[in-house]
C-alpha cells in the first residue's frame, strides 16, 4: 500500500473527470441504469429501500470497473452494472452491503441522542421536512454527530469492494486493509473530501444563484443544475477508482463483464 501527500485527494478529482470524459454518453447510460435500478427497487415496499442500500457496493463496483476498463480500452456500457452481481465473489459483496447499512442505521440510531429522533423520523419517512418541524431541534448537529459516527466505517468500506471482487480477499480481511489503507491516507481524504464539498456543493449552488439572477425562471434553474448535479455525481464515483489505483497500484487485467 502506498502512502500518499496530501495533494493526491485533488488529483482523483481531476483523474474522476478524465475518465468520465473520455465516455461521457457510455457513463451517461450506465448513471442512468443505475437509477432505474434504484426506481425499480422502490416499488417494493420497504424492501425496496433496504435492498437499493445493500446493493449500494455492487453499484459502486461498476462504476470502478468501468474506470479499469476504460484503462484496458474497452468501452463502458449499461451492462457493467451487473458486474458485481455477475462475479463470484457476489455473496460476500452482499454481506458488505448488509454491513454497509448496518453501519448507517447505527449511525442514524446514534443522531436520537442529540435531536430526540428528528433526524431519524425525517429519514424514516414518519415526519416531513419541512421548517415547522425541524424548527427549534438539533437536526442539522444531528446529522453532523451521526457523520462523525460513520467516517470509522466508511474508512472500513471504501476499498473493501474492489479488493473482494478483484483481489479475492475474505470480507473481514478486504475491510480491514480498507480501513488500515484510507487511515494511512487520511491527509489525501481530507483533501478529497474538501474538494467535493467545492464542486460537487458549493458550485451547484453558485450555478443556482447566477441563473436565478440572471434568468429567474426556476425550469430554466431545474433544466441547468439537474444534468450538472448528475456529471458531477458520475465524476465522484468514476473518482473512486483512482483512488484505488494510487494506493493499491494498477491490478491485474481479469476477464471482462462486457460479454454478452
Known amino acids: 500500500m502506498n502512502k500518499l501527500p496530501a495533494n493526491t485527494g485533488w488529483l482523483w478529482v481531476k483523474q474522476g473527470y478524465q475518465y468520465f470524459k473520455q465516455q461521457p454518453m457510455e457513463f451517461s447510460l450506465l448513471f442512468l441504469s443505475y437509477l432505474f435500478s434504484v426506481l425499480i427497487l422502490g416499488f417494493i415496499p ?4 433496504l435492498l437499493a442500500f445493500i446493493f449500494l457496493p455492487l453499484f459502486t463496483l461498476s462504476f470502478m470497473q468501468a474506470c479499469r476498463e476504460i484503462d484496458q480500452g474497452a468501452r463502458v456500457h449499461p451492462r457493467l452494472l451487473l458486474f458485481g452481481f455477475r462475479s463470484p465473489q457476489v455473496v460476500k459483496l452482499l454481506q458488505l452491503g448488509m454491513l454497509y447499512l448496518i453501519a448507517a442505521v447505527t449511525a442514524l440510531g446514534a443522531s436520537t441522542l442529540i435531536d430526540d429522533g428528528v433526524l431519524w423520523q425525517v429519514v424514516t419517512g414518519q415526519m416531513e421536512l419541512t421548517a415547522k418541524n425541524v424548527e427549534g431541534t438539533n437536526m442539522s448537529a444531528a446529522m453532523l454527530f451521526a457523520m462523525l459516527i460513520y467516517i470509522p466505517a466508511l474508512l472500513a468500506f471504501w476499498f473493501a469492494g474492489p479488493l473482494i471482487a478483484w483481489q479475492q480477499m475474505p470480507l473481514f480481511k478486504a475491510i480491514f486493509y480498507s480501513f488500515i489503507a484510507s487511515v494511512r491516507a487520511a491527509r489525501a481524504f481530507f483533501v478529497y473530501g474538501i474538494a467535493w464539498f467545492a464542486v460537487g ?3 451547484p449552488t453558485i450555478c443556482s444563484v447566477l441563473i436565478a ?8 434553474i431545474f433544466m441547468i443544475v439537474m444534468p450538472l448535479s448528475m456529471v458531477l455525481t458520475i465524476i465522484l464515483y468514476c473518482s473512486f477508482y483512482p483512488s484505488y489505483k494510487s494506493i493499491f497500484g494498477q491490478a491485474d487485467a481479469i476477464e471482462s463483464s462486457t460479454i454478452s
Open 213 to 220: 439572477a440572471i434568468i429567474g425562471n426556476p425550469n430554466m
Open 201 to 203: 456543493g458549493i458550485l
Open 46 to 49: 420497504f424492501l425496496g429501500q
